[in-house]
């Protein structure tokens, strides 16, 4: 009987210091659901064709998912399958040196910080990738030889990932968090955001390529298809910079109460459907640098020739040399702008003249928001030194700009693409350089040939940039980057010194203190 008892106990003590450390959560976990478990989800196209946007294969097939637009909710088969079934939106804190999770629809669940910031969690998973008989491959199971990599950290594996649900946005005492109704930051050098990311505490970084790579594995497993834009579209994509240039009569803006504090801007009226009531603002004064305030458009005024933009925050002193452009929308706008959808996976549909296309919306896949679009997610893990790549394999390890140990070399130099695409912001063949095959190692999902007679719906339909010298990556496009937002857009090109009100980041915690 002692026998049987000590055994018990050896078994429990061993499940015990499998779990998550210092991980309390609200419900059990559920790593799959009986044989399910031993099931294999994949996707696959044809090498070389680069019109073969992939089918679903294996145990995948047959299955449907769609991506929900405007009030219409999208469907997934996947909703009842491992992983997909078990990402959770939640809240993540610190308390008396643990990590509490409170999970969406549990008792104090909030998306304000009041809780702790919000993320999503996206449970361990198992990855296949290879090619065979003419077709590349990539399959998700809950069991298998390796785990993805994004849930390796130090050589050890961990049960899970946590994605911020929002773009980072750091306050007052530096700290980057994940919370409703903020601007994201911007505007600041690459080192601050990783700053303000590891100041959080262990755990804590940037999203990283193993991140993105384990989340596009998801996003086209599910779907079935190897171009994000075509599923859900390219995000908050085609709105407009605040610029002004030698042409006034298109770009002169001016205020109707000139050298006095005010809370409006007068402008021409071109700008009128890409100012929506409810979005945010920048105002410049004389260069697109002298940022004067990032802000809210609460009300507008039409007039023959003009219109009247009135913002939220304090005034602020406008003068003729003052401009007016879009800058990055407050965190969980997909739900609050005009007719949100309000469910986990889609984009929100603009009511507005001009504004129903597929790259002028919010969107979010399983509650993460704005994965492209908006604004630029800066990398931590990967730098490029004259054209060669250099990743890092652990979160604590990172830096920016850095390509010594344990930074490691990663393929043969790439070819050098330094064109910012079309300004036109309509993709056109010949204008934009898009994927057709990506480097895999360790999770690295950054391109390694272009081909500049592909359109945007064709291949990965990810934009390739790389220029030469010390640069690392800012990820998936801006708010005026049109149809080149993809989750696989990736900009090489970042120097050390650039800060841009396009360029942002995105926070992530694993449980590895």
Not at 108 to 133: A, H, M, Q, T, W
Not at 434 to 448: H, R, V, Y
Request: net charge positive.
């Amino acid at each position: 009987m002692k026998t049987r008892i000590t055994i018990i106990l050896i078994c429990c003590i061993a499940l015990f210091a499998c779990s998550e450390k210092d991980i309390i959560p609200n419900q059990k976990e559920k790593p799959g659901q009986g044989d399910k478990s031993n099931m294999q989800y994949g996707i696959r196209w044809q090498i070389g064709n680069n019109n073969d946007l992939g089918e679903h294969c294996f145990d995948a097939e047959g299955l449907k998912a769609s991506f929900g637009v405007g009030s219409t909710p999208g469907t997934s088969d996947f909703d009842s399958i491992y992983p997909w079934s078990e990402v959770k939106r939640c809240n993540l804190r610190k308390e008396g040196g643990k990590t509490i999770i409170t999970y969406d629809n549990e008792p104090g669940f909030s998306l304000d910080g009041s809780n702790g910031d919000v993320f999503v969690r996206i449970p361990k998973f198992y990855v296949k990738k290879y090619s065979e008989n003419g077709y590349e491959y990539r399959v998700i199971s809950a069991k298998g030889t390796k785990p993805h990599p994004a849930f390796i950290e130090n050589g050890k594996e961990i049960d899970a990932v946590y994605i911020s649900a929002f773009e980072g946005y750091i306050d007052e005492n530096g700290k980057m968090r994940s919370i409703a109704d903020k601007i994201p930051t911007s505007n600041i050098v690459p080192k601050q955001f990783l700053d303000a990311a590891k100041a959080r505490g262990r755990g804590y970084t940037l999203y990283d390529m193993r991140t993105l790579d384990m989340l596009y594995t998801l996003v086209a497993v599910e779907f079935g298809c190897r171009n994000t834009g075509v599923i859900f579209g390219h995000g908050i994509a085609d709105f407009r910079q605040p610029i002004k240039k030698e042409w006034d009569k298109e770009q002169t803006y001016y205020s109707t109460k000139n050298e006095k504090k005010t809370n409006s801007i007068t402008c021409k009226r071109q700008w009128r459907d890409v100012i929506i009531e409810g979005s945010n603002i920048c105002i410049c004064n004389g260069s697109q640098k002298d940022i004067l305030t990032f802000a809210k458009c609460t009300s507008k005024k039409k007039r023959k020739k003009t219109e009247t933009y009135y913002f939220d925050g304090p005034a602020i002193d406008i003068n003729t040399d003052c401009f007016i452009g879009n800058c990055a929308q407050r965190t969980n706008w997909t739900e609050t702008c005009t007719a949100p959808h309000n469910s986990k996976t889609g984009r929100a549909n603009m009511v507005t003249p001009h504004l129903t296309t597929e790259n002028r919306n919010p969107m979010r896949y399983r509650w993460i928001e704005n994965i492209v679009g908006n604004i630029w997610h800066l990398m931590p893990d990967v730098t490029f030194k004259d054209l060669q790549m250099y990743v890092c394999d652990n979160i604590d390890d990172y830096d920016m700009y850095k390509t010594e140990p344990p930074y490691r070399k990663v393929g043969e130099p790439l070819p050098e693409n330094n064109d910012n695409g079309d300004f036109i912001l309509i993709d056109r063949p010949g204008k934009n350089f898009w994927i057709t095959s990506l480097i895999d190692d360790s999770g690295i999902s950054f391109g390694k040939e272009w081909n500049k007679n592909l359109t945007s719906r064709q291949a990965f339909g990810a934009y390739y940039y790389l220029s030469k010298g010390l640069t690392i990556i800012a990820n998936g496009g801006g708010f005026d980057h049109g149809y080149r937002c993809n989750m696989l857009t990736n900009r090489a090109w970042i120097r050390s010194d650039k800060k841009w009100h396009l360029y942002g980041a995105r926070l992530i915690y694993k449980p590895i203190e």
